[in-house]
């Protein structure tokens, strides 16, 4: 599994990305901080019956990033990029945390290039006390005075699972570009309204998945997400938290494969 870097065809900017199996395109993109390399079990599970194409965010392992300072509007519009670049519209899209933001916003951007969309561990409208906390911790990120423990603690619980998956997660986390970092973090903190009021109006199949025990991209978060999508379907893994795509793979895995045999009107197979 391994990255290959592409130039894309609008911004001209870099993307590494993992590119695996054949059948329609799944596209991956992980949460803040993190690589293409996190979302290993989906690749291995997914890449049997689709092609799945994990990338690295602006910033993060081999890509190149954006000008700081870049909303969450522009991640979007590069993800459009990615996906326009590698005509793979219309596309199975999946994010993670900030991932998530990106996804949900390629789905309501760009309806005819979607085919189904699937936010996991994803944030929505934060009270007043989380706005607060997240935009500090960007803050604290741009001016470099962030420390891994204070994120992994929120991250992962004290089962075994957990522990082996929090030494890896710290290893990504620590090899991230600061300034990459610092903007994408930025983005995430500032955007988790940004889509809000339109993901009602998002008509393919979609899903929001989160772990019981995340306290910040709570369960509630993900039934407000799909709350009056025609298609929309919220699911809760207990005992898990914000990195539940690792934690509780087999089960994620599962769920995305259902999602992805969920069908598409004919709106969003133009």
């Not at 793979?88 to 789905?107: C, D, E, K, R």
């Amino acid at each position: 599994m391994t990255s290959t870097t592409l130039r894309l065809s609008s911004s001209g900017l870099t993307v590494a990305l993992r590119d695996q199996g054949a059948g329609a395109p799944l596209l991956l993109i992980h949460g803040v901080g993190m690589q293409s390399a996190a979302w290993a079990p989906q690749i291995q599970a997914l890449s049997k019956t689709h092609r799945v194409i994990a990338v690295d965010m602006p910033g993060h392992g081999g890509s190149a990033p954006l000008p700081a300072g870049s909303d969450l509007r522009a991640f979007v519009a590069w993800c459009g990029d990615v996906v326009q670049t590698l005509d793979l519209g219309p596309v199975n899209i999946a994010g993670h945390s900030m991932g998530a933001l990106i996804a949900g916003g390629f789905a309501v951007d760009y309806p005819n290039l979607t085919a189904r969309v699937c936010l996991i561990n994803g944030v929505f409208c934060r009270d007043e006390a989380a706005r607060t906390a997240v935009r500090g911790r960007a803050s604290q990120i741009k001016r470099r005075e962030f420390d891994l423990q204070t994120p992994l603690a929120r991250w992962f619980g004290d089962s075994a699972i957990d522990q082996r998956t929090r030494d890896q997660v710290a290893q990504w986390l620590g090899a991230v570009d600061l300034d990459g970092y610092a903007t994408a973090y930025t983005a995430f903190a500032h955007g988790d309204a940004t889509y809000a009021a339109q993901y009602p109006h998002i008509q393919c199949p979609f899903a929001a998945l989160t772990g019981s025990d995340d306290p910040n991209s709570t369960p509630e978060m993900s039934r407000a997400m799909v709350a009056g999508a025609p298609d929309g379907h919220a699911i809760v893994i207990d005992g898990h938290r914000h990195m539940v795509s690792l934690t509780a793979a087999e089960t994620v895995n599962a769920h995305l494969d259902a999602w992805l045999k969920m069908p598409v009107t004919k709106k969003e197979q133009l």
